[in-house]
């Protein structure tokens, strides 16, 4: 098995790196280029930068899938399959958004109403395929007692809903520095990997689709760390969600997601309680712009700027420790 998801693992790799290196000058040929945010003025000599290069490590899982994935098929084991198809919808939601920056070469794309809608009808979606196909039970594990609690269907589906829309918009926020969303996702995807070698076999096609992802990422910082050749867009960001929400619920644990993905909740949160409080106050602000991590560019609390790169050796080794502490907790479940 350590073989397999250790294939998994370099497809993905060798493939994004040997792709990105005709996509990218694609992108540029084709101008498809991200126009930044106004407000984020230290950022401006980014703009024209190509996006949607979350393309990249998406072929990559797709390669991985109905490759390494394709024996465990034939015995009738499709859990990948559904997890990347899913994850393929909230990527395609992020290529129309995309898209639509790159034609009106604005900053905009679609409307939190028309996002959130997409993204509501997916998750929906989703939640009744699992339901008829047999994989969403309503009985919800507790990571931290070990214990598993029967809730009612309807709330259960209140509940998942909230969770797949809440991991996608929450990674979308972070992706707002180079190879921060990447550097935060890929121990997210280790924890899956570990948890297949700790519960077996029975979980490698879902392993197999967590390591493609840790690889596929890896090969994507090659051309978006810091100095970034290329942004993965809302393409990339919404499919990571995707993705990660997906094995979640695959792996039949959504609440590991409030350990294994604190930074994500970390940037919703502060961009929630920074326009809360901003209506409450008036115009005052608790961030010097949210989300978090630009708070801490422009210096905020200690007056220190940090980095791009500071920022994600920060996010990356925090997701680290989150995944260990998550790993602790579920790991002899099964």
């Given at each position: 098995m350590s073989i397999q998801l250790f294939c998994a693992f370099m497809l993905a790799f060798l493939f994004v790196t040997a792709f990105g290196k005709v996509y990218i000058p694609w992108l540029r040929k084709v101008k498809a280029g991200q126009e930044i945010k106004t407000q984020v003025t230290w950022h401006e000599g980014k703009s024209g930068t190509p996006t949607m290069g979350g393309v990249m490590f998406i072929l990559g899982a797709i390669l991985v899938c109905l490759t390494l994935?394709?024996?465990?098929?034939?015995?009738?084991h499709f859990e990948h399959i559904f997890v990347l198809a899913f994850a393929m919808v909230f990527g395609a939601i992020g290529l129309l958004d995309d898209w639509k920056k790159i034609r009106n070469k604005t900053n905009g794309g679609l409307t939190t109403s028309q996002k959130f809608l997409l993204q509501l009808v997916a998750a929906l979606v989703f939640l009744l395929l699992m339901k008829r196909m047999g994989f969403l039970h309503t009985a919800l594990y507790l990571p931290l007692s070990g214990r598993t609690v029967q809730m009612p269907a309807w709330l259960y589906y209140i509940f998942a809903v909230f969770?797949?829309?809440?991991t996608v918009n929450a990674v979308n926020i972070t992706d707002g520095v180079d190879g921060l969303a990447s550097g935060t996702s890929i121990p997210v995807f280790l924890f899956f990997v570990l948890i297949t070698f700790a519960w077996g076999r029975d979980y490698l096609q879902l392993g197999l689709f967590a390591s493609s992802m840790i690889g596929g990422l890896m090969g994507f910082l090659t051309f978006n760390f810091n100095p970034a050749k290329v942004f993965m867009g809302d393409t990339g960001s919404l499919f990571l969600g995707g993705a990660i929400a997906g094995l979640a619920f695959a792996y039949d644990m959504p609440l590991i997601l409030i350990f294994l993905c604190v930074m994500f909740i970390l940037e919703t949160l502060s961009d929630?309680?920074?326009?809360?409080?901003?209506?409450?106050s008036h115009g005052k602000r608790v961030f010097?712009?949210?989300?978090?991590?630009?708070h801490l560019e422009m210096g905020g609390w200690t007056g220190r700027k940090w980095k791009e790169k500071e920022l994600?050796?920060?996010?990356?080794?925090?997701s680290l420790l989150c995944m260990v502490l998550s790993f602790l907790m579920v790991y002899e479940r099964f």
């Open positions: 994935g394709f024996p465990g098929m034939l015995h009738g969770v797949i829309v809440g929630i309680i920074q326009v809360g409080y901003y209506k409450l010097k712009m949210a989300p978090f991590h630009h994600f050796v920060l996010y990356t080794g925090v």
